[in-house]
Every structure is written in structure tokens, then in C-alpha cells.
């Protein structure tokens, strides 16, 4: 890893797209990646990788999470502990998202994604504060996103032993850790973007586009 010191300058060509799950952080992204010949980064694609590139350690509440069966992760524990608890909304791993950005050649630019990206991480990273931008969807907007996405019987929830109760719990998990964001940004002066079901999907590409400057 570069020194803390010389990581705005090294990643001078990377925008940040962070914010709640369901607020359409891939959609805008690959969009801006097509626009403008960048490479994309979708930092839930490489999850699998970084749980493999962690130990125990390194990664205390990721290893506990790998160990837990369904009911536990999902069903059993308050959406409150679930946002405490889960190493991906504490920062585990991040630096080897870091280490990743690194490797990558300094042309075309970067456009990175994904709700793993965390104001306080990321903001010491930023060459200049327009570079990163936090979306936060209304529990209506994820609501909207997910049904459309879901297909019934399919996804993790229906390897619960209660799908109803694990959705619930994960919507009001996710509420809350907008939420944070939202206060986490505020409180660092970061952007973000209010993403409501008004709001149609150009006009959100249009608004992520004139926060990067672009």
C-alpha cells in the first residue's frame, strides 16, 4: 500500500459512486462508464475475492458472518445489530479495494461503485471533493428497486426459514444505513443526491454528471 500521503494524488483519476443499496449506483455508473470510455469497478463483484484475500484477524465480523447459517444472518438478530455487525457497512476490506485501484493502469479513468464505499474511507482518497458522490434512495425508491429486480422464490431470503421476516429486516437495515450515510456526509461536507421514485433514471445520470464536474 502507497503512503496514506500519496493516495489522492495516485488515484487523481478515480470518481467514487457510494450510497444505500437499491439507490441505482450500477446503473449510473455503467452508464458514465459507456459515456465516457472509463473502466468500471463494481466493488460488489469483487466481494467473493476480497473474503478470500482476508483472515480472520483482518477481518473479525466477515470470518463470524461466514461461519453463521442463514436464519442467523438474516432472521434471527434485530436489523440493528445486522447494520452493527455487518463487516462490509464497518469498512473490512476496504484497503483492498484500495490495493486493487492501485494495480490498474492511470488511463482511461476509473468509475467506482458500490455501497461498501464509506464517506470516511473514502474522503481521504478524493483529489478534489467533486470527484465522489453518495446516492440516497427513499425507502420507497429501494422498495420500487428491488420488487422490480426480484424474482419470487429466487434469492437469499427463500434460503431462510422466514423470507417475510429476512426481507423486513433487511429493508429496515438498509434504511438505517442510509441513514448514517446521510449524517456521514453531511457532516464531512460530501455530495449527495436525494434518489426518489420521481426521479427518472437520464435525469439521475444527468445529476451525478454535474456533481463530478463533468
Known sequence: MADAAELPARLHNVFWIGGGSGAGKSTIARRLADRYGWRLYAT???????????????????????????????????????????????????GLIVEDLLRLPREPCVIVEGFRLLPHLVKPLLAAPEHAVWLLPTPEFRQAA???RSVPGQGFVWKTSDPAKAGRNIAERDHMFT???????ERLHLHTIHVNTTMAEDDLTERVTAAFGL
Open 44 to 94: 460488489d463483484d469483487v466481494m467473493p475475492d476480497h473474503a478470500r484475500r482476508t483472515t480472520p484477524e483482518q477481518a473479525p465480523r466477515l470470518h463470524e458472518f461466514i461461519t453463521m447459517d442463514m436464519d442467523e444472518r438474516w432472521v434471527n438478530r434485530t436489523p440493528q445489530v445486522m447494520l452493527e455487525t455487518f463487516h462490509w457497512y464497518q469498512g473490512e476490506g476496504f
Open 146 to 148: 428491488f420488487q422490480s
Open 179 to 185: 441513514r448514517r450515510l446521510a449524517e456521514e456526509t
